[in-house]
């Protein structure tokens, strides 16, 4: 709580923007497009940037590039900012990953970051020849991939583990990722929302990533995930980043009346595609609390329930909201935009210092939250 909120955003190496809609979306998936943009986040308030994981072409995603290349080449064009790429546990062997982000690391001198995705669209998997495993299993499976990775850059010598999906035996890996004061290995970021995800938010994760949620839903996981890290040997305490899609405009109305026009225009057959793809990870677990098990249509426009944030207003209810959530436990917010050059933009010059006077504001007010 005593640092500065942090702020991230949804890297577009995904065709078809940030939402399922055919509202007009001034965003590119290509590479020169994104470079610009890299450069641009960094100088508005942006310490990280995120960038998704498809595959293959699904639910309006018709083109994507890979994440790890991505981020790579973002962190190559950039001078600051902190690249997180997505990478899926049963694609990637844990030994080879933690290698090619200490090779990551040492290029952009210590700005790489993984996000382990357990993963939700079947069909990727299967495309690929590769297993599918039970829901419970898939975040199993995540929760080894992690601790192999840190036993991997953090061991002094040969890296031992043996589990049940993973075993490496006297893996010594040099260059080690480089070594950057206050972080004793690469972040490792992870989302979720069902107990499984939770347990590991808790247990092995750097950060817990959350999907758009009101106040109290936001709460009630940030209290789960504390309290499993209660009981975890830890190297740092977990942090929570949540997801919100911005849209800030000069007035209330204006910014309702684009979100109501982007639902409005939703590409209805990718959205019910997504829906029945990804209503079995809820619905898959023993307590029906997996991801988007409560999402509705217009939820699901935003493919990670980005509205249920409710970062949509003016600049100065929208760092309302941010700060409310800082005190519910966020370090950082994850954004999307419709157009993201200009918002982005946007986001540095009318919205972020306001939000920096609000934390002073709440520092003043509040001095024992800056003290947790």
């Known amino acids: 709580m005593q640092e500065p909120l942090k702020f991230a955003y949804w890297v577009p190496n995904v065709s078809g923007g940030l939402v399922t809609s055919t509202i007009e979306q001034r965003t590119d998936w290509g590479f020169e497009y994104n470079k610009k943009l ?6 508005n308030g942006f310490e990280y940037a995120l960038s998704q994981i ?7 995603a018709d083109h994507q590039h890979e994440a790890t290349a991505f981020s790579l080449a973002l962190g190559l064009a950039t001078e600051r900012l902190k690249v997180i790429a997505a990478v899926h546990p ?30 939700w669209l079947k069909a990727e998997f299967t495309a690929m020849g590769q297993p599918w495993l039970e829901h419970d299993e898939r975040y199993r499976r995540s929760n ?11 061991s002094d010598g040969g890296a031992e583990f043996a589990g049940d999906f993973y075993r490496i035996r006297d893996f010594d890996l040099k260059p080690r990722p480089v070594d950057v ?3 004793p290995h690469p972040e490792i970021f992870q989302g979720g929302n069902s107990t499984a995800a939770r347990y590991n938010g808790g247990a092995v994760s750097d950060w817990y990533f959350s999907n758009g949620k009101d106040y109290d839903g936001f709460s009630e996981q940030v209290e789960e995930v504390l309290g499993h ?43 019910e595609g997504f829906r029945d793809a990804v209503q079995q990870a809820g ?49 950082l917010l994850l954004l999307g935009f419709l157009h993201f050059q200009e918002e982005v933009e946007h986001f540095g010059a009318k919205v972020l210092p306001i939000i920096r006077e609000k934390e002073a504001e709440l520092a003043a007010r509040e001095p024992q939250l800056t003290t947790v």
């Open 38 to 43: 890299a450069q641009t986040a960094e100088n």
């Open 54 to 60: 498809r595959y293959m072409a699904s639910y309006g």
């Open 90 to 119: 049963g694609l990637w062997e844990p030994s080879v990953l933690a290698k090619w982000v200490a090779t990551a690391d040492h290029l952009t001198n210590g700005r790489i970051a993984v996000n382990i995705v357990s993963g």
């Open 144 to 154: 080894e991939f992690i601790r192999v990775l840190r036993e991997i850059w953090t």
């Open 181 to 183: 004061p206050g972080r």
């Open 229 to 271: 890290a209660k009981t975890a040997e830890r190297l740092q305490p977990v942090r929570f980043g949540l997801n919100g899609f911005m849209i800030a405009r000069d007035g209330e109305k204006e910014a309702r009346d684009t979100l109501r026009e982007i639902i409005e225009k939703a590409n209805r057959p990718a959205v």
């Open 283 to 331: 619905s898959s677990t023993g307590d029906k609390r997996g991801m988007w098990a409560d999402s509705s249509f217009e939820d699901l426009v935003q493919y990670n329930d980005g509205f249920k944030t409710q970062l949509i207003g003016t600049p100065e209810q929208i760092a309302d909201r941010a700060i409310e959530y800082k005190r519910r436990g966020a370090n």
